[in-house]
């Protein structure tokens, strides 16, 4: 399972807010410090495996199905996908 | 406290090839000469970027009619901003659509009157169908994301399933399906637009289905028809507490439709700067919070869900911008829209003669 970013959304830096934002058609998301860290990482090639792994060396007990969950609620917004 | 705007929708022009009956530009079409220049868009958009606009609808019209689309394009995705361009589809041919995606454009909202090319281009009052199935498959070619938007109403709710199987065909992500609003017009060709109670209580299940079957391949938006409902909507989240609209000669509007109200005072952004107008003008804080309520709206305690609902419509049907939306059934003035549905409709066939086509 390999998230990545649905066609035509972006995460990108708000200087006007000093905020991480999640612009897609219709709609902006301001995604948590960890909802942004996973999403930096939906590039189609990393594994939630891989991400989880990547999560630990900046959080403490990050689990898989934490990441699954944000990645689910994520793909329930239309933002993310599974390739 | 007020917050920054998310969202700008730009008017480049109301020049349109179609000329569709329900068009919610106002009835009194500015002229190419009363455009802004790109110059002044260019200064317009940089302001909104700095107040905090993140997303830019260009529309109208049709923004295509302005040549210097591409130029206003790059400039809007430059400052980091993401792109919509909202589109008949007329007039965007291949090497047109690459130029924009070039420059930056990120997603495409394409209008369908109907879901056959006879039906349609009576609606649209030109040969356009034809144009939106070419437009279609273009917009998927680049990879950008595509929006089909439909305005429904009684000459076109019995096409449905065909429409949305039509958004299928085309590979539209997004299927905006959106029951004509009251305004412009629309409001003027209001008796012959209004669907029945009948076509309402079919569509239900219809976009229900189409909803679940359609589920992560393409995103099906449905909005009613406010007349027949119990509450109003919840318009633009609030009076200027989201968006802002920049009318083709600057003028700048809390909605798309607030010309209408004709008691705003409202400020142009050639004259005065978006910092002054979105925090501090008289158009803008009128129907702020919650002070300029009736105590209707003031003693409900849906006030923080819908806000009172459409100011535009309470003005356009009361007189008075800061009444209740008679659509509401708590408003004094529900009287109103429950007359207007109990009108006698004619057969729902499209006949443009009984339409005033916008021109």
Known sequence: MKPRLKRGVRLTYDHTRDLQVLLYPEGVLVPNPTATAILQLCDGDTTVDEITLALSNQYDGVQAQQVVDVLTRLADRQVVEWS | MTEAPLGLTAELTHRCPLHCPYCSNPLELLQRDQELTTQQWKEILTQARELGVLQVHFSGGEPLGRPDLPELIEHTADLGAYVNLVTSGLGLTEQRLNTLVDKGLAHIQLSVQAADAERANKIAGTRAHHHKLVAAELIKRTGLPLSVNVVLHRANHDQLEGIIALAEQMGADRLELAN????????????????????????????????????????????????????????????????????????????????????????????????????????????????????????????????????????????????????????????????????????????????????
Do not use: H
């Not at chain 2, 409902?229 to 083709?248: D, F």
């Open chain 2, 180 to 359: 004509t609003q009251y305004y412009g017009w629309a409001l003027r060709n209001r008796d012959q637009l209004m669907p029945t109670k009948e076509q309402l209580a079919a569509a239900q299940p219809v976009v229900r289905a189409a909803i679940d079957r359609l589920k992560g391949r393409m995103q099906v938006i449905y909005v009613v028809a406010d007349y027949y409902e119990e509450y109003p909507k919840p318009c633009m989240y609030g009076w200027g507490a989201r968006q802002l609209t920049i009318a083709p000669d600057g003028t700048v509007l809390p909605c798309p439709a607030a010309s209408a109200i004709e008691t705003l005072n409202l400020d142009n952004a050639t004259t005065k700067s978006l910092q002054e107008i979105w925090y501090g003008s008289e158009s803008f804080n009128a129907y702020r919070g919650e002070d300029w309520m009736s105590d209707t709206c003031r003693s409900c305690d849906r006030r923080g869900i819908d806000f009172g609902g459409c100011r535009c419509q309470a003005f356009l049907l009361t007189g008075d911008g800061a009444a209740t939306d008679p659509v509401c059934r708590k408003s004094p003035d529900r009287e109103l829209v429950d007359l207007i549905l109990r009108t006698p409709v004619k057969p729902a066939e499209f006949k443009p003669a009984e339409f005033e086509m916008r021109r």
